[in-house]
Nanobody, 124 residues
């Protein structure tokens, strides 16, 4: 699938919104499960959201459900993360990831391809 490149991170006040994008190179984007994970300093990598190739299945981490929304545009080879009502505890580096399997969509070890990450900082 080639490279995954995240963009859209930045500094935002609590209660605000951001949209992250992950652009995938290659011509097989449409067969991959796509996901977002995040990692804050001193913390383990945390599952955020995932979406399967035909968009029939989505999953969200407990800490972000009802606030974040994942979507994908297979024609543009891009996955998005709409983040609303942001909280200071959402501050982290956000990573895009891709997997060939839908069996373990919330498990980080199931993802073989990762982007370099984009920093999201939420101030209070």
């Amino acid at each position: 699938q080639g490279e995954l490149v995240e963009s859209g991170g930045g500094l935002v006040q609590a209660g605000g919104s951001l949209i992250l994008s992950c652009a995938a190179s290659g011509s097989t984007f449409g067969i991959y499960v796509m996901a977002w994970f995040r990692q804050a300093p001193g913390k383990e990598r945390e599952f955020v959201a995932a979406i399967n190739p035909d968009r029939s299945r989505t999953y969200y981490g407990d800490s972000v459900k009802e606030r974040f929304s994942i979507s994908r545009d297979n024609g543009m080879d891009t996955v998005y993360l709409q983040m609303n009502r942001l909280k200071p505890e959402d501050t982290a580096v956000y990573y895009c990831a891709a997997s060939t399997s839908e069996k373990y969509m919330v498990q980080s070890w199931n993802y073989a391809s990762w982007g370099q990450g984009t920093q999201v900082t939420v101030s209070s």
